[in-house]
């Protein structure tokens, strides 16, 4: 049996930037089941993609087929659903949290699939690092860590930085999908696309179980809970450069 190294989310890619103090998460790697660290082991060679490399969609999928990335795709039950249900087009799911790339591997042994790969890695390396620009038709960020404090909300995710990345690596018209059941951050993340004139038509839609999202336990349990699921959808706008 071939077993191999299993990703290290923490290995940061050589892009000559500073090391960035502040993450948009905090480390649980304690809890990664024997099942879930064989799952990696066994399957990172053919669903891994190394933060470390340029992504090219052709070498990496062998076509070109319209792609979508998950920002934070946890345990990658959206992922997968989309996955299969999209088997013309391409997916790629980014997650520092191992035990949930674990048990998405886990449920891809009996039932493989040829058009997802996966990064074990800090989403603003991956696009530092590997994306490059206008190669994505799709980015989904559902349930990102609202880190409602005030003096936390300097982690948050969904914040300028990751715009810049984002209007690089989107196509003209790509589109972004965003839900959070925190109104402090939907009303954060508004603010920021509303502001960049990279983004534009803006779509604000609350409890709408967008197409392209199936419910993960968060959203159950912000369900459960009684509160509001905010969905945005951002387009890129053609720019200049992009002709
Ligand atoms: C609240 S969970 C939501 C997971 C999933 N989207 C869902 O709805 O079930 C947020 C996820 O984002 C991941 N995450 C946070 N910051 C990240 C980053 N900078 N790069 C990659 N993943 C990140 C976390 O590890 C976590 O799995």
Same mark, same amino acid.
């Given at each position: 049996?071939?077993?191999?190294?299993?990703?290290?989310?923490?290995?940061?890619?050589?892009?000559?930037?500073?090391?960035?103090?502040?993450?948009?998460?905090?480390?649980?790697?304690?809890?990664?089941?024997?099942?879930?660290?064989?799952?990696?082991?066994?399957?990172?060679?053919?669903?891994?993609?190394?933060?470390?490399?340029?992504?090219?969609?052709?070498?990496?999928?062998?076509?070109?087929?319209?792609?979508?990335?998950?920002?934070?795709?946890?345990?990658?039950?959206?992922?997968?659903?989309?996955?299969?249900?999209?088997?013309?087009?391409?997916? @790629?799911?980014?997650?520092?949290?191992? =035990?949930?790339?674990?048990?998405?591997? %886990? *449920? #891809? !042994?009996?039932? &493989? +699939?040829?058009?997802?790969?996966?990064?074990?890695?800090?989403?603003?390396?991956?696009?530092?690092?590997?994306?490059?620009?206008?190669?994505?038709?799709?980015?989904? @960020?559902?349930?990102?860590?609202?880190? =409602?404090?005030?003096?936390?909300?300097? %982690? *948050? #995710? !969904?914040?300028? &930085? +990751?715009?810049?990345?984002?209007?690089?690596?989107?196509?003209?018209?790509?589109?972004?999908?965003?839900?959070?059941?925190?109104?402090?951050?939907?009303?954060?993340?508004?603010?920021?696309?509303?502001?960049?004139?990279?983004?534009?038509?803006?779509?604000? *839609?609350?409890?709408?179980?967008?197409?392209?999202?199936?419910?993960?336990?968060?959203?159950?349990?912000?369900?459960?809970?009684?509160?509001?699921?905010?969905?945005?959808?951002?387009?890129?706008?053609?720019?200049?450069?992009?002709?």
């Amino acid at each position: 049996m071939l077993r191999l190294p299993l990703p290290d989310a923490t290995r940061r890619p050589e892009t000559g930037s500073a090391r960035r103090p502040i993450r948009s998460y905090v480390r649980r790697e304690g809890r990664l089941t024997p099942a879930q660290r064989q799952a990696l082991t066994l399957c990172w060679s053919r669903y891994g993609l190394d933060v470390h490399a340029p992504f090219d969609a052709q070498t990496v999928f062998g076509r070109r087929a319209p792609l979508t990335l998950e920002i934070g795709c946890g345990d990658g039950v959206n992922l997968e659903t989309l996955a299969r249900r999209f088997p013309e087009e391409d997916f @790629i799911g980014v997650d520092v949290y191992r =035990p949930g790339l674990g048990a998405l591997l %886990r *449920r #891809l !042994v009996p039932s &493989p +699939l040829t058009n997802l790969r996966l990064y074990a890695a800090d989403i603003m390396d991956v696009l530092e690092a590997a994306l490059p620009e206008t190669c994505l038709d799709r980015v989904l @960020i559902f349930f990102s860590d609202p880190w =409602p404090k005030r003096r936390h909300h300097k %982690r *948050r #995710l !969904v914040a300028p &930085p +990751l715009l810049d990345h984002l209007a690089r690596v989107l196509r003209n018209g790509g589109r972004i999908y965003l839900a959070t059941d925190d109104a402090g951050y939907g009303a954060a993340m508004t603010a920021s696309f509303a502001a960049d004139s990279r983004f534009g038509q803006l779509v604000v *839609r609350r409890n709408d179980p967008v197409a392209l999202r199936v419910p993960t336990r968060f959203e159950r349990r912000a369900q459960r809970r009684g509160v509001d699921v905010h969905d945005l959808q951002v387009t890129r706008i053609r720019s200049p450069v992009q002709g």
